[in-house]
């Protein structure tokens, strides 16, 4: 349990992360 919390952690912060980055870029090319 322990040593998969880690990755569990990793990969929630990259799925953010990468859903933050697709938002952000969708309403960029909204405006350009």
């Not at 040593?3 to 960029?28: E, K, N, Q, R, Y």
């Amino acid at each position: 349990m322990n040593t998969d919390m880690p990755l569990f952690i990793s990969g929630m912060i990259l799925f953010l992360v990468g859903l933050f980055i697709s938002t952000h870029w969708a309403i960029l090319g909204s405006f350009i």
